[in-house]
């Protein structure tokens, strides 16, 4: 990204594809870390990749009051607002007073609906020569196609290797304490998030699976965290993998309880049914295995 930008060549549009927590959102941290902190004394560390966090721009960027950064997410559980995206075209509209160039951040960009994706295709193409998009697609929803055929699509994987890797550092170097049964098939993002909520509700990975979900369907009922339902689908994942495992002969019907607690949990978050009748079901098929 910074090679192509020193040569004048970054596209005006950049996709960046990949499974959420492997650090897409962080690469971007960085760049543009690199970019606007240049001419600072307290300036990106290229050579070992740190960020300067006594950089004037960082702060500005942490306190989202920089105007040549503009970010846009989508809310929990919701698409992302079509009025952020036709807000884009007046304020794109305004020449920035660094004269430096603008870059809007879009995280989360599978969780545009078709509306606001024909809003910022209308904004792509108005011409502008220091204007720059990068959006991240998490891969968490089906990514509508014409905004992948406008972009440059860069896509980023991280072996199970490097991950794990992250994951023993954040564990051993940053004393991050693992409360999770296994970090397999996690992101060193997840893994971080997912051991915050275990902390936060005061979780032990030693309860049972049933305790585990009671507590997360209840918090989410309230919280409304996507990220609460990701650690509910993967400890869902781990429970019926050591079931299937020490069960081969049952593998069928195992597989088949799974999915219907999956559903019950969709379900769920999609139609807000009732708590009590959500967690009374998935005790049943719970009991059966």
């Known amino acids: 990204m910074i090679d192509l930008y020193k040569a004048n060549k970054f596209p005006k549009v950049l996709l960046l594809n990949g499974k959420k927590g492997i650090g897409k959102f962080t690469l971007v941290m960085h760049f543009i870390n690199y970019i606007f902190s240049k ?12 960020i300067n966090v006594n950089s004037v721009f960082y702060n500005l960027f942490l306190n989202r009051t920089t105007q040549d950064i503009i970010f846009i997410q989508a809310e ?75 972009s440059l699509k860069n896509n980023i994987f991280l072996s199970t290797v490097k991950s794990n ?11 991050v304490e693992n409360l999770l049964t296994s970090k397999s098939n996690l992101s060193p993002g997840q893994f971080f998030e997912f051991n915050k909520i275990f ?51 049952n593998i069928d019907f195992l597989l088949n309880t799974k999915s219907s607690i999956v559903k019950i949990i969709h379900n769920f978050v999609q139609f807000n049914i009732n708590i009590a009748s959500v967690l009374n079901s998935i005790k049943v098929k719970l009991n059966n295995v």
């Open 39 to 50: 001419d600072e004394i307290t300036k990106y560390n290229l050579k070992e990749k740190i």
């Open 76 to 150: 929990e559980n919701k698409n992302i607002k079509i009025e952020d995206i036709r807000s884009l075209k007046s304020t794109l509209a305004n020449t920035s007073l660094s004269n430096k160039p603008r870059f809007v951040i879009i995280d989360e960009v599978e969780f545009l609906n078709t509306n606001s994706v024909n809003a910022l295709l209308k904004t792509l193409e108005e011409p502008s020569d220091n204007n720059f998009f990068i959006l991240i697609n998490n891969q968490q929803a089906n990514l509508i196609e014409t905004i992948s055929s406008r």
């Open 165 to 175: 890797d992250v994951i023993n550092y954040l564990v051993n170097d940053r004393v």
């Open 199 to 249: 902390s936060k509700y005061k979780m032990n990975k030693n309860d049972n699976i049933f305790d585990l979900l009671n507590i997360l369907i209840s918090a989410y009922k309230k919280e409304k965290d996507k990220s609460l339902i990701n650690l509910i689908y993967y400890l869902i994942d781990c429970s019926f993998f050591d079931k299937i495992k020490n069960n081969k002969k």
